[in-house]
């Protein structure tokens, strides 16, 4: 693995099914972060966590789950599917440090359509 | 609440020309980043801006901080095609040291040859 990884790539999901998506990095950051993307909407923050332990909720964090249970793994829960949900989902992650730039970092993404 | 806004939304430009993209963002922040973003791609790292009258360059691109005015500016210098692109700016905001990242909604950048 070089850098972040997603999988899937794409999923077309039926409303009311449980699906998780799935977010890999092997940089040892510290941080890591899940946007969703919606045209003219930019990037907005479902969740983010700052180490292996903790997560915390962003400006859309409705419907959505998280876990980080270690350093290099950080999987998006949705419980059961909306047509809303339907957008791509970003992964980030970064080297969070007070006398860093700590920039970050994006996977590939994932297209999500529930119908 | 942070927010961020970028002007323009869309931009069409002609090969050769000038032009700037402005993110403006409502709380104090002393962090902000530009990526670029090409369509159906992931974001990629531009800049990182980390303090007042902070400036990068980068080719054609120029982007600096006014943390005072709450203002970011991406230049474009003499644009080619190859930059044609959407641009996002982003303000980290400190809760509590831990950082969250807003971004703003993109520019989508055309350039004409």
């Known amino acids: 693995i070089a850098g972040i990884t997603q999988a899937p790539t794409s999923q077309i999901l039926a409303a009311g099914r449980r699906m998780t998506l799935r977010c890999t990095q092997d940089?040892?950051?510290?941080?890591m972060y899940w946007y969703r993307q919606d045209l003219g909407l930019g990037l907005r923050l479902i969740h983010y966590s700052n180490t292996a332990g903790t997560t915390g909720k962003g400006e859309v964090p409705d419907g959505y789950s998280v876990s980080r249970a270690n350093t290099d793994d950080f999987p998006l829960t949705l419980a059961s599917a909306v047509p809303s949900q339907t957008s791509v989902y970003f992964c980030?992650?970064?080297?969070?440090?007070?006398?860093?730039?700590?920039?970050?970092?994006f996977g590939p993404g994932t297209r999500l359509t529930v119908l | 609440e942070l927010k961020v806004e970028q002007n323009p939304l869309f931009l069409s430009m002609q090969e050769g020309k000038n032009y700037t993209i402005y993110c403006n963002y409502s709380?104090?922040?002393?962090?902000l980043y530009w990526y670029r973003q090409d369509p159906g791609k992931s974001l990629e790292s531009l800049f990182v801006?980390?303090?007042?009258?902070a400036v990068k360059q980068e080719g054609r691109l120029m982007a600096s901080l006014d943390t005072k005015a709450r203002l970011s500016t991406l230049h474009i210098t003499a644009a080619v095609h190859d930059l044609s692109a959407t641009y996002f700016c982003a303000v980290a905001l400190d809760t509590s040291g831990t950082y969250k990242y807003i971004f703003g909604t993109g520019t989508r950048l055309k350039v004409l040859a």
């Open positions: 709380t104090t922040s002393d962090r």
């Open positions: 801006l980390l303090s007042n009258g």
């Open positions: 940089m040892r950051h510290n941080a």
């Open positions: 980030a992650s970064s080297l969070e440090d007070r006398a860093g730039h700590n920039e970050q970092f």
